[in-house]
């Protein structure tokens, strides 16, 4: 009776347990933007409440996109970025802009590893100090260059979103386990 029960329940373990951590496999090759579209989300700026639906059409002008904006709860948003490594200069920068103007300002953006390739997120407080980089107003202008090409756009972004090796945490500066590889 004990083996009729166990054995089977063993089995199945040993399955789920090799079906959930089953390697992923990264997509290596970008999809454009018209077989998948970009999904633009995050946080504006409280004050901006009352026109959320109007710059949301904003943030949706460059097509291609699909924009899902809420209003911080407490006025100023984070001031983070969070770009896709699929996503197109025009698109990107667009929302670079657009960030600047309805959440007060970029001085954070985070490393590509911990994103979907077709996603922007403005405002976003999903992400931990160690997965942003700080960046500079100059870094953001640099961003914003429109005679960028995509290639360019996003090799830059990779460029300024590299993460520190060590991170300050309570006073101390310990190795940065949340380093992307």
Known sequence: ???????????????????????????????????????????????????????????????????????FPMGETAKVVAIGRCVPAHIGQHALKLALQYTGGVNQVVNQAFIHTHWVGIGTTMFDEPSQQNVTEAQVQALLNPDLSTQEFQALYRKLSIQDDTVPYFGQTPKNVKKAQ
Not at 10 to 19: A, P
Not at 28 to 55: D, L, P, Q, Y
Not at 59 to 69: D, I, K, N, Q, S
């Open 1 to 71: 009776m004990f083996k009729n029960r166990v054995f089977p329940g063993f089995i199945l373990s040993l399955f789920f347990l090799f079906w959930v951590h089953a390697p992923a496999f990264a997509e290596t090759e970008c999809k454009s933007v018209e077989e998948k579209s970009v999904k633009v989300e995050g946080w504006i700026s409280k004050k901006f409440k009352k026109n959320r639906k109007a710059i949301s059409k904003e943030f949706a002008e460059m097509g291609h996109t699909r924009v899902v904006l809420k209003a």
